[in-house]
């Protein structure tokens, strides 16, 4: 709950953290495929299918059961950040459509009986039994409706997200990458402060200077490992490392949250160093990476 000094979130802001949070998530093996979580990753769905064929042997339900406990740890992590995200959104404008997906996932048979424990149930059957087959391939089925849910759900942030940003996409393109910078730089000047204002601001009267020393570092901060991994995936699921500016936008802020950078600028001055970066590195990965 926020308290009374604080406050609340932006709805964009929820989702746009949610949507980072699914897409960091999605392991597709090839280009254009739906993907899996990777919460099921680790041979998981393989130990179960050969289960689900008949052909199961002791070794595979004791190596489902070794794997099961990374299975849970993940798939709890997903429906807590999908619950905080719906209480977060509750009652907030622009997002009912969103909100209303959230509730659809997090309100079915996933909420009532858990997908780890479905699991239990195959490794506690006998493998003897006529109905461990059945059971296997309906748990099975449960796994690849909940994974095509969460990731149409990363599909559908995506959406609700690119909309507020259009307009952020056209200030920034007309203007000049000397102006973003001097506009990033002037914010630095007035909101930084401790550590942050000793790095990026005393010393460096010229605000153009202060805002592109700014856009430099958050470029190699996104760029070393193993956030470089992060956009190398991207890159592969766009179909090649070229994104349109509103995806750019996106996938750029978002590493906001995930380390902190630059805590004290605003969301507005974070939206002008992505579009920077994008500016300069004509909205390509490979050339951001490299550059």
């Known amino acids: 709950m926020t308290g009374l ?12 953290e949610l949507g980072s949070f699914i897409r960091a998530r999605i392991h597709r093996p090839a280009a254009g495929d739906v993907g899996e979580l990777t919460c099921f990753g680790g041979g998981m769905l393989r130990s179960l299918k050969k289960i689900a064929s008949g052909s199961a042997k002791p070794e595979d339900r004791e190596r489902l059961q070794q794997q099961l406990a990374a299975t849970e740890r993940g798939l709890d992590e997903m429906m807590e950040r999908l619950r905080d995200a719906r209480d977060k959104l509750a009652g907030q404008a622009g997002a009912t459509e969103f909100a209303g997906c959230l509730d659809e996932l997090l309100n079915g048979s996933f909420e009532k009986t858990s997908i ?15 109905d461990l087959p059945t059971l296997a391939q309906a748990v099975c089925r449960e796994i690849d409706v909940f994974n095509r849910l969460v990731i149409e759900l990363g599909r559908q942030a995506r959406k609700a997200e690119a ?3 259009r307009s952020v996409v056209e200030r920034y393109q007309d203007c000049s990458v000397e102006a973003i910078y001097e506009f990033v730089g002037n914010d630095a000047d007035r ?17 153009c200077e202060r805002g592109k ?10 760029c070393a ?3 470089r991994a992060e956009l190398e995936v991207l890159a592969e699921l766009n179909g090649g490392p070229v994104l349109e500016p509103i995806a750019w936008l996106l996938a ?3 590493f906001r949250f995930e380390f902190g950078i630059l805590s004290g600028l605003s969301i507005d001055d974070i939206d002008a160093v992505a579009m920077a970066l ?14």
């Open 213 to 222: 020393r700014i856009v430099d570092e958050f470029g190699r901060r996104i």
């Open 225 to 227: 490992p193993p956030k």
């Open 116 to 130: 780890p424990e479905r699991i239990g149930e195959v490794i506690e059957t006998d493998l003897a039994s006529s």
């Open 278 to 291: 994008g500016r300069r590195c004509g909205w390509n990965l490979d050339k951001l990476c490299d550059w």
């Open 191 to 207: 909101f930084l402060t401790d550590g942050d204002r000793q790095r990026y601001v005393l010393g460096i009267p010229d605000p």
């Open 5 to 16: 000094n604080e406050t609340p979130q932006r709805a964009d802001d929820i989702i746009r």
């Open 163 to 165: 909309h507020p940003l």
């Open 252 to 254: 750029i802020t978002g």
